[in-house]
């Protein structure tokens, strides 16, 4: 981008599986929005780790990343994020070093702390119940001694992965990844599309406690949001419907996959189920091109975010990449907030 105080914008997918359709159709349609999200100029396209949830494909996200970055050509690509507890360090690091062995330059590793599902499913991924979440930052530190350079009598090697230097950013949607990004030096990329109750907090906290590193001499910080955008507001909030039924099923206890929109979605959800989604969804810009666009600098006044992520989930591809094409269109007219002090 050429004027350096517009905001870069990108994309994260969580693969969604719609109603009536499965994971190998959610992959097809994951491609054709990263090969379309290049061509409008986005900036990342990152991918979440999800398990045991039937509207959610991308369980397997460095596989996942991998056939997308095959597909594009310059997109970074990346994980946002690769739920570290699950996994040990080691295997992270040969997969995203394998990674960025073939598509050098262009992955991002997004770590977050959360298991990404519930307590059965842990045991399913062989998780011990105890000790890991409070091993994060020892893990994550370890990972960057992966990417790095080869130290002397270094006993175990990532390889591939060692020595690329492959950029780690922490994401979180409370104020530990915050602070624990300041200290360690990373970007930072806050949850706020489902969890956006502590993100000026984290934000505070991750720009007055940063600590320059070699990897990132000043904080950068990313903010996640919903955008549903559409040529009118009515009907970019029919199809927001979609993600709010997915959130009232989750409370519920029946998460599955991604409902088609409807008409009237007060027939469908109690006064207190419709605060609890409300609250969770509020950092969401829903409507047409110029509802949207002033949705958006409204957020990076408030939040003064370097980056800003889109998720968008949305019922029908083609709408989908309508709403992103939309989005795109603004990015030359998203100032970044003057941050003051």
Known sequence: M???????????????VPQGADPARAFQCSLELAQHAEKWGYQRYWMAEHHNMTGIASAATSVLLGYIAGGTKTIRVGSGGVMLPNHSPLVIAEQFGTLATLYPNRVDLGLGRAPGTDQRTMIALRRHLSGEIDNFPQDVQELQMYFGDVQPQQPVQAVPGQGLHVP????????????????????????????????????AIYRSKFQP??????????????????????????MFT???????NLRRGMPGK?????????????????????????????????????????????????ELMINGQIFDHQA?????EIVSQLQGELVKAQRIG
């Not at 050429?2 to 969604?16: G, I």
């Not at 300041?182 to 956006?196: E, I, Q, T």
Request: hydrophobic share 45%; net charge negative.
């Open 168 to 203: 780690i950013w922490l994401l979180g949607s409370s104020l530990y990844s915050a602070q624990l990004a300041a200290a360690l030096g990373l970007p930072f990329a806050f949850a706020s599309h489902f969890a956006p109750d502590m993100l000026y907090q984290a934000l």
């Open 2 to 16: 050429s004027d350096k105080n517009t905001v870069p914008l990108s994309v994260l997918d969580l693969a969604p």
């Open 258 to 306: 991604l409902p088609a929109p409807v008409d009237n979605i007060e027939s469908l959800w109690s006064a207190q189920e419709r605060f609890g989604v409300d609250n969770a969804l509020r950092m969401s810009v829903v409507g047409n091109k110029e509802t949207v666009r002033q949705g958006l600098q409204n957020i990076l006044r408030e939040t003064e975010a370097d």
């Open 213 to 238: 590193s070699a990897q990132l001499e000043k904080p950068h910080a990313m903010v996640c949001i919903n955008a549903i955008a559409a040529d009118t507001d009515e009907e970019a909030r029919r």
């Open 320 to 324: 989908r990449l309508h709403s992103f």
């Open 242 to 248: 979609s993600n709010q039924q997915q959130f009232i």
